[in-house]
C-alpha cells in the first residue's frame, strides 16, 4: 500500500512537469500579446508597448523564456502575470481559488447527497413510476441551459422577491471597515469543514471500534455528529468574524440552488447504476433469504458497496467542476478561478494562464491519487499488483 | 459426431454465416432497444430534430424570397424599423431577433449543424477511444502505461479553457470544433473506460483461438477486439454528443465561438443585445426558449437512446 | 418523518440566513456605483502605466495636474498651477544643451494653501519629484506616462521657490501643453522613501511599480478607503480637498469662470479667475464642485445582466461602461421606475482601412470606388435601427470646435444604382478593367462584376477583409458583411474573416511592415481638445512596424496641414489646419470612417442628480461625475 502510494506520488510530479510543459509550448506557439489591450489606445505610444514587451520578457528567445517560466512555476510564485503586473500569479490565485473551492466543494458535496439518496431509491425500485418519474425530470432539469437558468433564478428569487442578493458574494455595506478580507473568512470555512469531518471521522472510526451495539453505536455517532457541528457553531460565533460567514453563506445560496437542481441528475444516475450492478451480486440474494427486512438489505448491504464507485466519481466531479465553473462565475459576479483563467487564455496573459493551468492540474492529479487510495482501503477487494493501472 | 471429419469452411460461407448472425443480433438488440421504454423515446426525439434541421431548405423555398429568410443575413424590409426583435406573425413563426433575421430559419439551420458537430465530435472521439483503448489492452506492459499516462494528461487539460487557447491559433469553424473536441475527449476518460472492456474481450476463448490459428496481431485487434468494443463504444458515442453540444452553447455563449450560426450563437445574440434581462425574458422569450428547448431536447435525445443502449450492451441492467 | 424534520430544518435555516442578509444597513449618503470588472491596483503608477484600465481611472481620484481641461467644453485651465505658464509657447532660453543646442523656457506659479491628504503641504518639491521621478523611469513605466511626459522634449525641470517652477524644454512642440503640463503630480511625501528603497535593489523601476500602497495620499476630492478584491472598493470624501465648494461656470462665448470661496471645508482655499473672455451672457454649464457624498462604493459585477438589474431595483446607481448599453439592456430600463436613459455620441469611431503599400490599395481611385460603394444609412438606419450613426470624418461631429462641416462625404445620399456607376466609372478612369464587367442599367445592377485587374494588367488577388465577429460586435460584423458583398458585386474578390480583435491586432500591429488586405477595426480618440491623433495616425513619420499609421499612408498636403496644426500655438489657426487635415483624410480614404454608435447610458435619477448629462463620450469618460454628484433626499 505504501509503495503503491510512494509510486503514483512520483507518477504525479513527473506527469505535472510533462503537463506543464505541453501547456507552456501550446501558450508560445500562440499569436499576439497581451499588450493588444494597449493597442487600442492612443496615448500609448507603439515605443511605449515595445518597453512594455521587454517588461515582460517577451522579447527573450523562446528557451530562455521556457527555463524562466520553469523555475518560477516550480520555485512557487509561479511567476509574474502581464495583466495585473507587478502582482504576482500565486497571490492571484490564493485571491481567487478559495471562493470557487468553498462554493463549488458545497455544491458537488450536496448533489452527490441528493444523488446517492435518490439513485438508491429509484434502484431499489425498479421500474416504477419513480424511478421514470425520477430519470426524466432528473434529465430535463440536467439538460437545461446553465446561463439562462442562472438569469432566470436570479430574476425570480433575487430581484422580484429579493430573497437573495443580486450575485457578488459580499454585500459591501455589511463589510465597511471589516477587519479581513473576503479570503480570510473563505479559508477559515474551508478550514471548519475539512476538519469538522477529519473529526467526525476519526470519532466515527473509534466509535465503530469500541462499540459493538448497533444501536447504541447509532445514537453514539448522531451526538458526535451534534457535537461537532455545535463545537464549530461556537468556534464561529466567538471569533469576531461569524457575520461575515453568514454574509457570504447567504450570497452563496442562490448559486447553490442553480446548480445542485442542474447537476444532482448526473450523481443520481451514476449512484442508479452502481447500485443495479451491486443488487444482482450473490450476496444481496443471500441476505434477502436470510430475511434481512430490505431497508437493511438496501442501506447496509448494497448502498453501501455502490458508495464506492460515487465515491470516487464525488472526489473527481469536484475537481473537474473548477473548470466548468466559468458561466457560474460569471454570472454570479463570483471572480474565481475559472474566470481567471479564461480571462487569462483570452488576453494571454501567459505567467497567469500557465499557472492557473498548473493549480487545476495539481488539483486534478491529487483528486484522481485521493480517488485512487479512497477506492483502495474502502474496497477490500481490490489490491494492487506491480504495474497495475 | 464422432464419426464426421469438420471440413474447413470457405470464406464465403463465413462471410454469410457471419452477416446471419449480424442481422440476427441486430434484431435481437431492436428488440431490447424498444423494450426500454426511454431508449425509442430518444430515438424519436432525434428524428424529429433531423427531419426539422432537413426541412430547413424547403422553408427557405416556401418563402420564395430567399433573402429575407437567410439565417446570417436575413433583414425584412416589410417589418417597421425599429421593431426588431420582432414578435411572431405569419410570416416569422418564432419572430425575429434583434439584428432582423427569421428566428425559425436560424433554428433550423443551426439545428442541423449542431446535430453533425455532436455526432463528428462524438463520434471520432470515441473512434480515437476505442482504437487506443483496444491498441493498449491488446499489447499491455509499456504500450499500455504509455497510453494510460497519456489519457492521464490529456485529461488535466481543462475543456472550455483549452478551446479558447487552440481558438487562437487555428479558425475554429464548427467542424474544427468538433475535431477538437474528439482529440481532447478521445484521449481521455473514455479510452480508460473501453481499454477495460477490451481487456475483457482479451481473456475470451475466440480471441485465444485466433492468435492460436495464426493471425496477426492487426487481424485480432480489428476483427474480434474491436468490434466487440463497439456496442460500449457507441454507448458511451450517445454521452459524448450531449457533451459537444453543451461544450459548444458554453463556449457560444461566453463569446468565444467565431461561427456565424449556431444553437448557441443565437442565445449569444440575444445575450449581447441584453435581451436575457430581467422581464425580457418574458417579453422576447422567442429569442432564447426555441434554441434553449432545442439544446435541452437533443441532449436529452441522446441520452436516452444511450440509456436505451445501455440495457442492450449492459445484460444486468435489463427487467428479469 | 425524519426527512420531513430534516428539510423543514434546512429551509428554516435558510430562510434565517436570508433575513439576515436582508438586514444590512442602507448607508446614507453613499453614491453606488457598478463596475464590469475589478480595479488592479491601487498603485497609481502601475495604474497609469502597464495596469491602465478604465476600471482604475474610475477611481483614481487622488490625483490632480498641473493643468486640465473643463467641463464638456475641454478648455484649457490651471488646476493646482496659478495662472497660464509664463510663456505660451515656451520662449527660446539664455541656457543651451551640452552640444550647443537650443532650450526653451517657461515658468509656472503654484496655487498655495493646497494641502495633501496627509497633512503636508503641496508645493513646488511635489511638483519637482514628480517629474525627475517619471522622466527617469518613463521607459519603464510605458503606458500612459511616457505619453505624457515625452522624455525626448522634457529637459529638465528647476525649482524657484516654493511656490514657482521652471520648464526646460529642448523644442517649442505644443506636445509641452497637451502632455507634460498635464502630467499627474505624485506626493513627494509618500513616495520618496519607496523611491529611495527601490533603488537601492537591482531593478528599482519594477520594485517602484510594485510597491504596495495601501493607502495612497490623495490631493484630489476623494481618499481611498478599502478594497475588498473580487468585490467592491470605497472612497471616501477628502475632507481636506482643497477645491471644496469651487464653482465651474462655462459662457457661451467661451470665456470660463472659475472661482472659490474658501468656505468648501477647513482647508479650502480661494481664488476668482476668468480665462478666454468676459464672464457674461448665457452660460453652457454652471457646476459646484463637492464632494457632497460621504463616499462612493464601486460594486464589481462581472455580467452585465446583472448589474442592469442592480441598477433597476436601486442596488447602484450607475454603470461604468466604456461600450454604453446595448438595445436589450437600454430596453428593460427604459420600463424601470427612477431610472433615466441618456444618449451621448462617443469620442471614437469604426473604421475600414486599407493598405496603401501594395494594390489595389495604392490606387486612390481602387479606395473611393469602395468608400461611394458603402451604404452607412441603410445599415444604420435599417439593419441597426439607429443603433449606429453614419460617420464620414475623423473628428467626431460633436466635437464641434474641430470638426469641419463642410468635410467631403463619398456616396452620401446616392441610392444603390447611383453608388455602383459611380465606383464603376471611377475604376474605369484610373484603368481598371474587369474579366467580366457590372453593368448598372436603370439604377439597378443587373449584371455583376468579375475579376477585377489593375491598372498594370495584374489581375487582383482575392482581399481577405478582417472584421470582428458578430460574438465580438454585430454591429462591425454586420457592415463587414455587407461591404464583403457590395465589392463582390463590384467585381473585387473579397474574402470575409470574420475573427476576433486579438487575432486582427496581432495581424496589423504584430512585428513587421503590416501584410493586410483591409481590416475594420475601431478607435477611442485622445485628448478630445486637440485631435493631435490624426498625426499618429496618418503622419507618415509614423508608418513603422507596430505604429500607428497601419495603411502606410504618406501624403505631403496632409503632413503639411498637420505639421502646421502642431506648430500654431494659435488655436485659430490649429482650427484651419485641422479643417484642411481632416477634408484631405475624407478625399484620400486611407481609412474609410464608417460610424459610430452613440453610447446610451444609465443612471438613478430618482436618487442622484448629476449637474449634467449630455457630453462627448458620455458619462463615463467622466466617471459618473463623482466630485459633484448629488444626493437627493435620504433614504
Given at each position: 500500500m505504501l509503495r503503491y502510494s510512494a509510486v503514483r506520488l512520483a507518477q504525479i510530479v513527473v506527469v505535472l512537469f510533462i503537463y506543464t510543459t505541453i501547456v507552456w509550448l501550446m501558450f508560445y506557439a500562440m499569436p499576439g500579446s497581451v499588450t493588444n489591450k494597449f493597442i487600442g489606445n492612443p496615448k500609448i505610444k507603439p515605443e511605449a508597448i515595445q518597453k512594455m514587451k521587454q517588461l515582460f520578457g517577451l522579447d527573450l528567445p523562446w528557451y530562455k523564456r521556457y527555463l524562466m517560466d520553469m523555475r518560477n512555476i516550480y520555485t512557487g510564485h509561479l511567476g509574474i502575470s502581464f495583466d495585473y503586473y507587478p502582482r504576482t500569479v500565486w497571490s492571484i490565485i490564493t485571491e481567487r481559488l478559495p471562493r470557487t473551492v468553498t462554493l463549488f466543494l458545497t455544491i458537488v458535496l450536496i448533489e452527490y447527497a441528493i444523488g446517492f439518496y435518490l439513485g438508491k431509491l429509484i434502484a431499489w425500485l425498479r421500474g416504477g413510476a419513480l424511478d421514470y418519474l425520477a430519470t426524466v425530470s432528473g434529465i430535463v432539469l440536467w439538460t437545461m441551459f446553465l446561463p439562462v437558468w442562472a438569469l432566470f433564478l436570479i430574476w425570480l428569487f433575487a430581484y422580484l422577491a429579493g430573497w437573495f442578493p443580486l450575485g457578488q458574494f459580499v454585500t459591501p455595506l455589511r463589510w465597511l471597515g471589516a477587519p479581513h478580507d473576503a479570503n480570510f473568512v473563505f479559508i477559515r470555512m474551508l478550514a471548519t469543514a475539512f476538519g469538522g469531518s477529519f473529526a467526525f471521522a476519526a470519532g466515527w472510526v473509534t466509535l465503530r471500534r469500541f462499540l459493538h451495539d448497533r444501536r447504541v453505536r447509532r445514537i453514539a455517532v448522531a451526538g458526535l455528529g451534534l457535537v461537532v457541528i455545535a463545537a464549530a457553531l461556537v468556534l464561529w460565533a466567538r471569533s469576531g468574524i461569524g457575520q461575515y460567514a453568514i454574509d457570504i453563506v447567504w450570497h452563496m445560496i442562490l448559486p447553490f440552488i442553480t446548480l445542485v437542481t442542474i447537476g444532482f441528475a448526473g450523481a443520481m444516475l451514476v449512484m442508479r447504476d452502481s447500485m443495479l450492478d451491486t443488487i444482482s451480486e450473490d450476496y444481496i440474494t443471500t441476505a434477502r433469504a436470510k430475511g434481512l427486512p430490505e431497508k437493511v438489505i438496501r442501506d447496509h448491504h448494497a448502498a453501501r458497496t455502490a458508495l464506492l464507485p460515487l465515491s470516487t466519481g464525488f472526489v473527481l466531479a469536484i475537481a473537474f467542476s473548477l473548470d466548468g465553473a466559468v458561466i457560474t462565475e460569471t454570472i454570479f459576479s463570483w471572480p474565481g478561478i475559472g474566470l481567471t483563467l479564461l480571462h487569462a487564455v483570452s488576453t494571454q496573459d501567459v505567467p497567469l494562464a500557465v499557472g492557473a493551468y498548473t493549480v487545476l492540474g495539481l488539483i486534478a492529479l491529487l483528486a484522481h491519487y485521493v480517488a485512487d487510495i479512497l477506492y483502495a482501503v474502502l474496497d477490500p477487494r481490490i489490491s494492487y499488483h506491480r504495474g497495475g493501472a | 459426431m464422432a464419426d464426421s471429419v469438420p471440413r474447413e469452411l470457405s470464406k464465403a460461407e463465413i462471410r454469410k454465416a457471419r452477416r446471419a448472425l449480424f442481422f440476427r443480433s441486430l434484431r435481437q438488440n431492436w428488440r431490447l432497444f424498444t423494450a426500454s421504454k426511454i431508449g425509442p423515446i430518444g430515438l424519436s426525439i432525434i428524428i424529429f430534430f433531423v427531419l426539422f434541421g432537413a426541412a430547413h431548405p424547403?422553408?427557405?423555398?416556401?418563402?420564395?424570397?430567399?433573402?429575407?429568410?437567410?439565417?446570417?443575413?436575413?433583414?425584412?424590409?416589410?417589418?417597421?424599423?425599429?421593431?426588431?426583435?420582432?414578435?411572431?406573425?405569419?410570416?416569422?413563426?418564432?419572430?425575429?431577433?434583434?439584428?432582423?433575421?427569421?428566428?425559425?430559419?436560424?433554428?433550423?439551420?443551426?439545428?442541423?449543424?449542431?446535430?453533425?458537430?455532436?455526432?463528428?465530435?462524438?463520434?471520432?472521439?470515441?473512434?480515437?477511444?476505442?482504437?487506443?483503448?483496444?491498441?493498449?489492452?491488446?499489447?499491455?506492459?509499456?504500450?499500455?502505461?504509455?497510453?494510460?499516462?497519456?489519457?492521464?494528461?490529456?485529461?488535466?487539460?481543462?475543456?472550455?479553457?483549452?478551446?479558447?487557447?487552440?481558438?487562437?491559433?487555428?479558425?475554429?469553424?464548427?467542424?474544427?470544433?468538433?475535431?477538437?473536441?474528439?482529440?481532447?475527449?478521445?484521449?481521455?476518460?473514455?479510452?480508460?473506460?473501453?481499454?477495460?472492456?477490451?481487456?475483457?474481450?482479451?481473456?475470451?476463448?475466440?480471441?485465444?483461438?485466433?492468435?492460436?490459428?495464426?493471425?496477426?496481431?492487426?487481424?485480432?485487434?480489428?476483427?474480434?477486439?474491436?468490434?466487440?468494443?463497439?456496442?460500449?463504444?457507441?454507448?458511451?458515442?450517445?454521452?459524448?454528443?450531449?457533451?459537444?453540444?453543451?461544450?459548444?452553447?458554453?463556449?457560444?455563449?461566453?463569446?468565444?465561438?467565431?461561427?456565424?450560426?449556431?444553437l448557441g450563437m443565437i442565445i449569444q445574440y440575444a445575450n449581447n443585445a441584453g435581451y436575457l434581462v430581467g422581464s425580457r425574458l418574458g417579453v422576447y422569450w422567442y429569442l432564447w426558449l426555441p434554441p434553449g428547448v432545442a439544446i435541452s431536447l437533443l441532449c436529452a435525445g441522446f441520452y436516452f437512446v444511450g440509456r436505451g443502449l445501455d440495457e442492450v450492451v449492459n445484460p444486468r441492467l435489463r427487467e428479469r | 418523518m425524519k426527512r420531513l424534520v430534516l428539510l423543514g430544518l434546512i429551509l428554516g435555516l435558510i430562510a434565517g440566513v436570508g433575513l439576515f442578509g436582508a438586514a444590512a444597513n442602507t448607508g446614507s449618503k453613499v453614491y453606488n456605483i457598478g463596475l464590469l470588472d475589478d480595479i488592479t491596483t491601487t498603485n497609481m503608477i502601475a495604474g497609469l502605466g502597464p495596469d491602465s484600465s478604465t476600471y482604475n481611472f474610475t477611481i483614481y481620484y487622488w490625483n490632480q495636474t498641473l493643468y486640465t481641461i473643463?467641463?464638456?467644453?475641454?478648455?484649457?485651465?490651471?488646476?493646482?498651477?496659478?495662472?497660464?505658464?509664463?510663456?505660451?509657447?515656451?520662449?527660446?532660453?539664455?541656457?543651451?544643451?551640452?552640444?550647443?543646442?537650443?532650450?526653451?523656457?517657461?515658468?509656472?506659479?503654484?496655487?498655495?494653501?493646497?494641502?495633501?491628504?496627509?497633512?503636508?503641504?503641496?508645493?513646488?518639491?511635489?511638483?519637482?519629484?514628480?517629474?525627475?521621478?517619471?522622466?527617469?523611469?518613463?521607459?519603464?513605466?510605458?503606458?500612459?506616462?511616457?505619453?505624457?511626459?515625452?522624455?525626448?522634449?522634457?529637459?529638465?525641470?528647476?525649482?524657484?521657490?516654493?511656490?514657482?517652477?521652471?520648464?526646460?524644454?529642448?523644442?517649442?512642440?505644443?506636445?509641452?501643453?497637451?502632455?507634460?503640463?498635464?502630467?499627474?503630480?505624485?506626493?513627494?511625501?509618500?513616495?520618496?522613501?519607496?523611491?529611495?528603497?527601490?533603488?537601492?535593489?537591482?531593478?528599482?523601476?519594477?520594485?517602484?511599480?510594485?510597491?504596495?500602497?495601501?493607502?495612497?495620499?490623495?490631493?484630489?476630492?476623494?481618499?481611498?478607503?478599502?478594497?475588498?478584491?473580487?468585490?467592491?472598493?470605497?472612497?471616501?470624501?477628502?475632507?481636506?480637498?482643497?477645491?471644496?465648494?469651487?464653482?465651474?461656470?462655462?459662457?457661451?462665448?467661451?470665456?470660463?469662470?472659475?472661482?472659490?470661496?474658501?468656505?468648501?471645508?477647513?482647508?479650502?482655499?480661494?481664488?476668482?479667475?476668468?480665462?478666454?473672455?468676459?464672464?457674461?451672457?448665457?452660460?453652457?454649464?454652471?457646476?459646484?464642485?463637492?464632494?457632497?457624498?460621504?463616499?462612493?462604493?464601486?460594486?464589481?459585477?462581472?455580467?452585465?445582466?446583472?448589474?442592469?438589474?442592480?441598477?433597476?431595483?436601486?442596488?447602484?446607481?450607475?454603470?461604468?461602461?466604456?461600450?454604453?448599453?446595448?438595445?436589450?439592456?437600454?430596453?428593460?430600463?427604459?420600463?424601470?421606475?427612477?431610472?433615466?436613459?441618456?444618449?451621448?455620441?462617443?469620442?471614437?469611431?469604426?473604421?475600414?482601412?486599407?493598405?496603401?503599400?501594395?494594390?489595389?490599395?495604392?490606387?486612390?481611385?481602387?479606395?473611393?470606388?469602395?468608400?461611394?460603394?458603402?451604404?452607412?444609412?441603410?445599415?444604420?438606419?435599417?439593419?441597426?435601427?439607429?443603433?449606429?450613426?453614419?460617420e464620414y470624418s475623423v473628428i467626431p461631429p460633436a466635437n464641434s470646435f474641430w470638426y469641419d462641416p463642410n468635410v467631403p462625404k463619398l456616396g452620401q445620399g446616392m441610392d444603390e444604382g447611383a453608388r455602383m456607376q459611380k465606383a464603376i466609372d471611377l475604376l474605369k478612369a484610373a484603368g481598371f478593367t474587369w474579366k467580366q464587367e457590372p453593368i448598372v442599367q436603370n439604377g439597378k445592377l443587373v449584371t455583376q462584376g468579375k475579376g477585377l485587374i489593375d491598372p498594370k494588367g495584374t489581375p487582383v488577388p482575392s482581399q481577405t477583409l478582417l472584421c470582428p465577429s458578430t460574438a465580438y460586435d454585430p454591429m462591425r460584423a454586420t457592415f463587414g458583411i455587407w461591404i464583403s458583398r457590395w465589392m463582390?458585386?463590384?467585381?473585387?474578390?473579397?474574402?470575409?474573416?470574420?475573427?476576433?480583435?486579438?487575432?486582427?491586432?496581432?495581424?496589423?500591429?504584430?512585428?513587421?511592415?503590416?501584410?493586410?488586405?483591409?481590416?475594420?477595426?475601431?478607435?477611442?480618440?485622445?485628448?478630445?481638445?486637440?485631435?493631435?491623433?490624426?498625426?499618429?495616425?496618418?503622419?507618415?513619420?509614423?508608418?513603422?512596424?507596430?505604429?500607428?499609421?497601419?495603411?502606410?499612408?504618406?501624403?505631403?498636403?496632409?503632413?503639411?496641414?498637420?505639421?502646421?496644426?502642431?506648430?500654431?500655438?494659435?488655436?485659430?489657426?490649429?482650427?484651419?489646419?485641422?479643417?484642411?487635415?481632416?477634408?484631405?483624410?475624407?478625399?484620400?480614404?486611407?481609412?474609410?470612417?464608417?460610424?459610430?454608435?452613440?453610447?446610451?447610458?444609465?443612471?438613478?435619477?430618482?436618487?442622484?442628480?448629476?449637474?449634467?448629462?449630455?457630453?462627448?463620450?458620455?458619462?463615463?469618460?467622466?466617471?459618473?461625475?463623482?466630485?459633484?454628484?448629488?444626493?437627493?433626499?435620504?433614504?
Open positions: - | 424547403i422553408y427557405m423555398l416556401a418563402h420564395h424570397n430567399n433573402a429575407i429568410y437567410d439565417p446570417v443575413m436575413g433583414f425584412d424590409y416589410d417589418l417597421p424599423a425599429g421593431t426588431n426583435p420582432h414578435p411572431p406573425t405569419w410570416s416569422h413563426p418564432l419572430g425575429t431577433d434583434a439584428l432582423g433575421r427569421d428566428v425559425m430559419s436560424q433554428l433550423m439551420y443551426s439545428t442541423t449543424r449542431d446535430i453533425l458537430l455532436g455526432l463528428i465530435a462524438a463520434g471520432a472521439g470515441v473512434l480515437i477511444a476505442t482504437l487506443i483503448g483496444s491498441i493498449a489492452a491488446f499489447y499491455g506492459g509499456i504500450v499500455d502505461a504509455f497510453f494510460m499516462r497519456v489519457a492521464d494528461i490529456v485529461m488535466l487539460f481543462p475543456l472550455l479553457a483549452t478551446l479558447v487557447a487552440l481558438s487562437a491559433v487555428v479558425k475554429v469553424s464548427l467542424l474544427m470544433l468538433a475535431l477538437l473536441l474528439a482529440l481532447l475527449t478521445g484521449f481521455g476518460a473514455t479510452a480508460i473506460i473501453l481499454k477495460s472492456q477490451a481487456l475483457q474481450v482479451k481473456v475470451k476463448p475466440f480471441v485465444e483461438a485466433a492468435r492460436i490459428s495464426g493471425g496477426s496481431n492487426f487481424h485480432i485487434i480489428w476483427s474480434h477486439i474491436v468490434p466487440n468494443v463497439l456496442p460500449l463504444s457507441f454507448l458511451y458515442m450517445m454521452f459524448s454528443v450531449t457533451g459537444a453540444i453543451f461544450t459548444e452553447a458554453a463556449l457560444a455563449f461566453l463569446g468565444f465561438l467565431n461561427v456565424q450560426m449556431s | 473643463t467641463d464638456k467644453t475641454f478648455e484649457y485651465v490651471p488646476q493646482l498651477a496659478d495662472g497660464m505658464p509664463s510663456d505660451m509657447p515656451p520662449k527660446l532660453s539664455d541656457q543651451k544643451q551640452p552640444d550647443g543646442k537650443p532650450l526653451y523656457e517657461t515658468t509656472v506659479h503654484l496655487k498655495q494653501g493646497i494641502y495633501w491628504s496627509d497633512g503636508n503641504e503641496f508645493t513646488a518639491d511635489d511638483v519637482v519629484f514628480s517629474y525627475n521621478l517619471i522622466e527617469k523611469y518613463a521607459d519603464v513605466f510605458g503606458g500612459n506616462w511616457s505619453g505624457e511626459i515625452y522624455p525626448k522634449l522634457f529637459y529638465k525641470i528647476q525649482k524657484i521657490d516654493d511656490f514657482t517652477v521652471k520648464f526646460y524644454l529642448t523644442s517649442d512642440s505644443i506636445n509641452f501643453k497637451w502632455g507634460t503640463l498635464m502630467m499627474t503630480i505624485l506626493p513627494k511625501a509618500q513616495w520618496e522613501p519607496i523611491v529611495a528603497k527601490a533603488e537601492q535593489g537591482k531593478t528599482p523601476g519594477k520594485d517602484i511599480l510594485a510597491a504596495q500602497i495601501d493607502h495612497p495620499v490623495s490631493i484630489g476630492p476623494f481618499t481611498f478607503d478599502q478594497w475588498q478584491k473580487g468585490a467592491f472598493a470605497v472612497n471616501d470624501a477628502n475632507p481636506t480637498y482643497y477645491d471644496q465648494g469651487s464653482n465651474e461656470a462655462i459662457f457661451k462665448n467661451g470665456a470660463v469662470h472659475l472661482t472659490n470661496p474658501g468656505t468648501g471645508n477647513a482647508k479650502a482655499i480661494s481664488y476668482d479667475n476668468t480665462y478666454y473672455g468676459t464672464a457674461s451672457g448665457d452660460k453652457i454649464l454652471d457646476m459646484t464642485t463637492g464632494p457632497f457624498v460621504d463616499k462612493v462604493i464601486y460594486h464589481v459585477y462581472t455580467d452585465q445582466a446583472t448589474a442592469v438589474l442592480a441598477l433597476s431595483k436601486g442596488d447602484i446607481d450607475f454603470i461604468e461602461n466604456p461600450n454604453g448599453l446595448t438595445q436589450g439592456f437600454a430596453d428593460q430600463l427604459k420600463s424601470a421606475n427612477g431610472v433615466s436613459l441618456v444618449e451621448n455620441p462617443p469620442n471614437g469611431w469604426r473604421y475600414l482601412a486599407f493598405n496603401l503599400r501594395k494594390s489595389p490599395g495604392s490606387y486612390l481611385a481602387y479606395r473611393q470606388a469602395v468608400a461611394y460603394l458603402i451604404d452607412r444609412d441603410f445599415i444604420c438606419n435599417n439593419l441597426l435601427q439607429g443603433r449606429a450613426v453614419p463582390n458585386e463590384l467585381g473585387i474578390p473579397v474574402n470575409l474573416n470574420l475573427t476576433g480583435f486579438n487575432t486582427i491586432q496581432g495581424f496589423v500591429f504584430g512585428s513587421g511592415a503590416p501584410t493586410y488586405d483591409m481590416y475594420i477595426l475601431g478607435w477611442g480618440l485622445g485628448n478630445p481638445a486637440f485631435p493631435d491623433f490624426m498625426d499618429a495616425f496618418f503622419g507618415s513619420e509614423n508608418d513603422y512596424p507596430a505604429g500607428f499609421n497601419t495603411p502606410g499612408f504618406k501624403n505631403e498636403d496632409f503632413d503639411n496641414a498637420i505639421q502646421g496644426m502642431m506648430a500654431s500655438w494659435d488655436q485659430t489657426v490649429e482650427q484651419q489646419y485641422a479643417y484642411k487635415a481632416q477634408d484631405i483624410l475624407a478625399e484620400q480614404v486611407p481609412y474609410v470612417i464608417l460610424f459610430y454608435s452613440p453610447l446610451t447610458e444609465a443612471y438613478r435619477s430618482d436618487r442622484v442628480s448629476m449637474p449634467y448629462t449630455q457630453v462627448l463620450d458620455g458619462l463615463q469618460g467622466v466617471f459618473g461625475e463623482q466630485p459633484s454628484v448629488k444626493l437627493i433626499s435620504a433614504q
